[in-house]
């Protein structure tokens, strides 16, 4: 049967090729600045673009074939895993699968082993079957479950290193060939019969409540004892529990006896310790998340390849849209408005009547009052607007107060207009000069 990991890395080699092709096509689309592209993509690309379309495709199917083909089978009998998944020889699917037929209240544990401790109680049985972990967040987790009057059954070296006592140990000499236990003890598990096992550690004796029930060459390889409220088991190795032991001697029995009487229990077998699912996101790790990571690589390649290979664009930058006048004086407009500046806009047009008068007077810039503008005015156009001293006096006024309304503002400014079109007009139709005499200029004017 094909790996699960195969199948993923599989898709995702298929995922990541095939995106980095869109993306590199419509990359190249949108950098000629053609046309929209129609609803039929394809129907949109060009022979070469095409071309590599298929290209990718034909890559992506390949590479596919070969990762299911190359990757190593997950069931198959080199897996020393005692995973309740596997099928293989040293899977643990079948004894998972006779006692949840034996109405045994089991279920797989595949979340974090704080989860379970948090509501752990004296009918609580947990198989730990070779796990995998040293974190301290777990061996807590198991002596809390152990403290509130749980079960433990835990195999293996790092099994024994997950039980409180730390009495877990490498054996003296390996044996990896099956090993036939001897009976020791008068507890109820050293009676469980003829049992075999291939140890991969051993128990460092020396604490009183450290009870051997089987062991081999002189080594324990089954032991047990109470640890607060709970009692713990451990074996030298899952071998017992395996697919290929199961059905061998009494071993099933074995089993049986270390989980305890079955009414009033619910057993928990874990899978959260084996290295495959330890959280949510850890459906997304393995190869298959490394795979994915050097497919957006080779898409981020693809992407400066696309762009680098044009010497330089192909059409100039469009040019910016200025705002017609009529938005730049809203947003001026807008601007006094929301500062309460009327009187500063009103300063601002006084200003500009002052230089505009005084260039129809012919005189220098000089800073002059309303007076004194009124003064110069009529000596150059005496007949000006009667208003006009009166109108310079309020404009004047209203410029360094701080209560001008807009409304008030804007006739001030409009009556400054009016006299400035009045004596632009009067200045190009010469009708002044006809009722003035000449007088000597002083300090302040020049002829014109």
Request: overall charge neutral; proline content about 6%.
């Amino acid at each position: 049967m094909t790996s699960f990991l195969a199948l993923h890395s599989g898709m995702a080699w298929v995922i990541v090729t095939l995106l980095s092709a869109v993306v590199t096509l419509w990359l190249m689309r949108r950098s000629k600045r053609s046309v929209a592209l129609p609803s039929w993509f394809l129907g949109s690309l060009d022979a070469k673009d095409r071309r590599m379309l298929l290209w990718c495709l034909g890559i992506a199917m390949c590479l596919a074939v070969a990762i299911g083909f190359l990757l190593p089978s997950a069931n198959s009998n080199s897996n020393p895993l005692p995973s309740t998944y596997l099928s293989g020889q040293h899977g643990a699917r079948a004894a998972y699968e006779t006692l949840l037929r034996s109405n045994y209240a089991i279920e797989r544990w595949e979340r974090p082993l704080t989860d379970l401790a948090a509501t752990a109680g004296p009918e609580t049985v947990v198989i730990f079957a070779e796990p995998l972990t040293r974190e301290p967040a777990n061996l807590k987790a198991v002596r809390q479950i152990l403290e509130r009057g749980g079960r433990v059954l835990s195999t293996g070296f790092w099994g024994a290193f997950l039980l409180p006592g730390e009495a877990g140990d490498t054996p003296d000499e390996f044996n990896f060939a099956a090993c036939k236990l001897d009976p020791e003890g008068l507890d109820a598990l050293a009676g469980s019969g003829e049992v075999w096992m291939v140890p991969q550690a051993t128990w460092r004796l020396g604490n009183p409540a450290f009870r051997v029930d089987y062991s081999c060459a002189g080594q324990p390889a089954v032991v047990e004892y109470e640890w607060g409220k709970g009692h713990a088991v451990w074996w030298a190795s899952s071998t017992p529990l395996e697919n290929g032991s199961l059905a061998r001697a009494q071993d099933l029995d074995l089993l049986l006896n270390a989980l305890g009487p079955r009414e009033g229990h619910h057993f928990y077998w874990d899978e959260s310790l084996h290295g495959e699912i330890r959280s949510t996101w850890s459906y997304a790790s393995g190869p298959a998340w490394n795979l994915l990571w050097g497919g957006l690589a080779v898409l981020g390649m693809l992407v400066v390849l696309s762009f680098s290979r044009r010497s330089g664009p192909v059409r100039d930058l469009p040019a910016v849209v200025r705002a017609t006048p009529i938005e730049f004086l809203d947003a001026l407009g807008s601007l006094y408005r929301n500062a309460g500046a009327s009187s500063t806009a009103l300063a601002i047009a006084l200003e500009r009547f002052r230089r505009t008068v005084l260039r129809l007077c012919g005189l220098r810039g000089q800073p002059l009052n309303a007076a004194e503008i009124a003064a110069a005015v009529r000596r150059r156009f005496p007949q000006a607007d009667e208003n006009l001293e009166a109108d310079l006096k309020a404009c004047e006024e209203a410029a360094w107060g701080e209560t001008l309304t807009p409304r008030e503002a804007l006739k001030l400014i409009q009556k400054l207009n009016s006299h400035v079109e009045q004596l632009r007009t009067a200045a190009k139709s010469g009708a002044a000069f006809a009722k003035i005499h000449r007088v000597e200029p002083t300090h302040q004017e020049r002829p014109s």
